[in-house]
């Protein structure tokens, strides 16, 4: 059995030595020459699964160590009987770190409260569904667009995407890439979305960059429409417009699930995947436990502050989102460079918070961002 493995997937080196010959390679490098006679791959979203790189080979599985898999040929692997896994939901929670620090770094630069503004999500699923908890902890009022929900569950609970733009503040988009279908995402984000947009409204994407025209995005930005922008993708990645980096308030190198519980987590259900698809006994692998981080607790007097006041704190004493934006403004062409050597971040969940003056109506806020109150 061999097994070729994006050498930037962390904690996985020396898990399957014991049964497998074991390549690990960097995933943008991977070529048909590596893949020829693997019987397995582990990959991120530089490893592009497609005929190109599968023709004539003996791959039977591929585990993308990733919440997408836009990078996968599903029709391709379907024809070739090679299967393939994703981790859905693995950074959900290092997501929702970067849009509550991006919300409230945004209506912190603006002098906005966000209890009762609208904020519209725009695919409600692992993420969006905890960023909705977020919003309400705010106090803001949410708005759902998610075809695919609202066809299984009804419509009550969603609305369109024009309506959407219309109504909303704030949008934060949470939707995988796909080229085509019922529910094709490319320029899901386009002029059409831009015109509709309520005049002043703030724009927020970590999703996947070729969601969003940029050439629209640009255009409706020198238009003046839009109150602010934050983006940690962008349309032609590895490449960024620095042009539209410097038209956004908050610009960041696609590392918005780049937390050590999320890649922790990653890792984890791609060796699983692996290990139960060819019986090795490795399927119920786990991690070892990651422990509190440095100054992992924090102690805030909340009087005389909001719930917004005191989020916005431990948000920032937790993930300083400017830092990473400074980074890349620094060095707006080694965006890649910055993604690969990033330093994982740790998730809110694993700081331990101790409320002083505090009421209880406050207490129940924070505990819905923050789990781990005292």
Known sequence: MKLIIDDKIPFIHGIFEPFAEVEYVNGAAISPAHVRNATALIVRTRTQCNAALLEG?????IASATIGYDHIDADYCKAHNIAWTNAAGCNSGAVEQY???????????????LNGKTLGIVGVGNVGKRVLRVAQ?????????????????????????????????FITVHVPLSQSGTDK????INADFFAKLKHGAFFINSSRGEVVDEIALKQT??????????????????????????????GTPHIAGYSTEGKTMATQMAVQAVGAFFNLPV??????????????????????KNVQEILHFLAHYTYPIMADDAALRSTPLQGEVLRSSYHFRREFSAYHIILHNATEAQRVAI?????AIG
């Open 283 to 304: 399927k119920s692998w786990e991690s070892a436990p990651l422990g509190v981080p440095e100054n992992g607790t924090v102690e805030v007097d909340c009087k005389n």
């Open 57 to 61: 080979s003996t791959v039977k599985f």
């Open 137 to 169: 902890a705010m106090g803001m009022h949410v708005l759902q667009n998610d075809p695919p929900r609202e066809r299984t569950e009804g419509a009550s609970n969603f609305i369109s995407l024009k309506e959407l733009a219309s109504q909303s503040d």
């Open 221 to 250: 930005i020198q238009q003046g429409k839009l109150g602010g922008v934050a983006l940690d993708v962008w349309e032609h990645e590895p490449d960024i417009d620095t042009e539209v980096l410097n038209m956004v308030e908050i």
């Open 185 to 188: 995402t490319f320029h899901l």
């Open 367 to 371: 505990a819905k961002v923050f789990p």
């Open 99 to 113: 849009i509550t620090a991006a919300l409230l770094e945004l209506a912190s630069k603006h002098n906005i409260d």
